[in-house]
């Protein structure tokens, strides 16, 4: 699995997930800096990391998304390459146009950092085959702007289309508002675009995914990434 991540300034979050995905597939990702215009040759999967680019201050995503990569990142998805976005990067991917909806202030007005329990909605797509529809899984949050929304007919399809792959739940996979730590329209954590190749979520995967980490469980989506390709060869 050839990956590249992208780099925006200020960003401090990004090599957390290059460590994840050589670790996982065994192959060095691509730095990508934002000013870029291309993204490396052969490229499968784009990774567009959280880590607060530009300070984290107001909308911080809408100017990333106006970064000349992403450009790059559009004609890549639109020719059905893989992308993922994780906080910041969802919040740029909805920004950019890539996905529908928009991340606003946690709905008590403060940051959140602390591990979460998702509900895994689906596990017949290139994100989650590696874990099972309807599993819980842990995986840490730090965002103070996570609170998806989106209009009510963009809601019905993201819902009416499965396009909701990851939920806020309780440890025991409920839905339930005192674990919907942000306040998310539906619980929604992550969701994916019309074609199912772009995926942007708040939850940060890559920081669970060895043991000394205390938890495993942000594991599997990398995992089933790298099997994807590997049935694709």
Partial sequence: MKSAVLVFPGINRERDMARTLKLVSGVEPAMVWHAEHALP???????????????????????????PIMDAVRAHAAKGGLVLGVCNGFQILCESGLLPGVLMRNQQLKFICRDVYL??????????????????I?????????????????IARLEGEGRVLFRYSSPDGFIDPDWNHNGAINAIAGIVNDKGNVLGMMPHPENHVEGIMGCTDGRGLFAGLVHHFEKAA
């Fill in 138 to 154: 842990r995986v840490p949050v730090a965002h103070g702007e996570g609170n998806y929304i989106a209009d009510g007919e963009t």
């Fill in 119 to 136: 509900r895994v909605e689906r596990s017949d797509t290139p994100f989650t085959r590696g874990y099972n529809a309807g599993q819980v």
């Fill in 41 to 67: 040759a052969g490229t499968d999967l784009v990774v567009v990391p959280g880590g607060f680019s530009y300070g984290d201050y107001l909308r911080c995503g809408a100017i990333a998304a106006r970064a």
